[in-house]
């Protein structure tokens, strides 16, 4: 597993293009200053005066509230606020709602050097579209090689030995309608407290390398339907080599086991691959399972029940 952690930020033109600003104002070089916190947030409050926590946040908004108490306070009260603003050096400014831009905010950001942009979309949607953006691109980020799958609408993740078969059931699993993420290296990222996603790194996606054949493109030989760009991860799948060992009693509907990942505990059911198994009706099984876990239903559990009940609750 090889590990990188995003600790450079993002780039403000890569915002502005992200978010297809209109922007009248970019200090020298500006494009290339870094944007290095997901937060955004909207002026209201430090417009009234109050800046607790305003360097936790790098991206402000000038929603249509923003813009009427502005327009409303006299010319000189509004020009103080807006210098107040400024001074404080926020990296972007947003107006949203397509607002004209007034003349003391642009004044303002000029002065201190502070980029400024239009929306012709609602605040809210800025809002929603930006946290987006930047809690991806922020994101920690791990690369792992494995078969990202999205099987019966649950992100699942392959791993196992090289040559263990990891592509020869991921290709088994389109055939029978999944869908695939990424082949060989997954770049797994943290977008939320609760929230692993994976995707593909660019120049590899859609392409899946089987032994014996060579590289083939998904996209190309099953359609668009059998590829996504990215997924949440649900759980995680390990194909363990058994070969000229017995197989192990037990049931991959039993356990619980997790497996840590930049911090979140996902799920992970280990099946050991032998002649004769089907692997791709085992993952499809597994996926199901916890599936059905994740709605509430442990279908071991449930057998455990049914044997105490049936003896009168005697173990």
């Known amino acids: 597993m090889a590990e990188t952690w995003n600790d450079k930020g993002v780039c403000l033109g890569e915002v502005v293009a992200a978010l297809r600003l209109q922007v009248p104002y970019l ?19 430090c417009l009234a005066g109050f800046f607790e ?24 009260a509004r020009a103080t606020m807006l210098d107040v603003f400024f001074c404080h050096r926020p990296l972007l400014v947003v107006v949203t709602d397509n607002c004209e ?47 990202l799958m999205v099987i019966y609408g649950e992100g699942v993740l392959l791993t196992g030995d090289s040559g263990i ?10 055939r029978r309608g999944h869908h695939l993420v990424a082949d060989d290296l997954v770049d797994l990222r943290r977008i939320a407290h609760d929230t692993l996603t994976g995707a593909a790194p660019s120049n590899i996606r859609y392409f899946v390398e089987l ?12 359609g668009n339907d059998a590829v996504k760009m990215s997924s949440q991860i649900d759980l995680v799948v390990e194909m363990l080599d058994v070969e000229g060992q017995p197989l192990a009693g037990g049931s991959i509907t039993a356990g619980g086991e997790t497996t840590n ?20 009706t085992l993952v499809e099984a597994a996926t199901m399972a916890n599936k059905q876990k994740k709605a509430g239903y442990d279908a071991g559990v449930a057998l455990l029940h049914g044997l105490k009940a049936s003896y009168g609750g005697q173990g």
Do not use: W
């Open 27 to 45: 200090p020298k070089d500006g494009g290339n200053v870094r944007i290095s916190k997901s937060s955004v947030k909207q002026a209201g409050l």
């Open 53 to 76: 926590g305003f360097a936790e946040c790098e991206v402000y908004l000038f929603g249509n509230e923003e813009m009427h108490y502005l327009r409303s306070a006299l010319p000189d």
């Open 101 to 147: 831009l007034l003349p003391e905010l642009v004044l303002a950001a000029s002065k201190y050097g502070v980029a400024y942009a239009r929306a012709k979309e609602p605040a809210s949607f800025v809002l929603l579209k930006a946290l987006e953006f930047l809690a991806s691109k922020l994101a920690s980020l791990v690369s792992l090689h494995g078969e």
């Open 165 to 174: 078969g990891k592509s020869e059931t991921a290709i088994e699993l389109i």
């Open 211 to 222: 032994r014996g054949i060579g590289i083939v493109n998904v996209k190309k030989m099953f």
């Open 261 to 280: 990942i930049l911090g979140l505990e996902i799920p992970i059911v280990k099946i050991p691959v032998k002649n004769g198994r089907n692997m791709t």
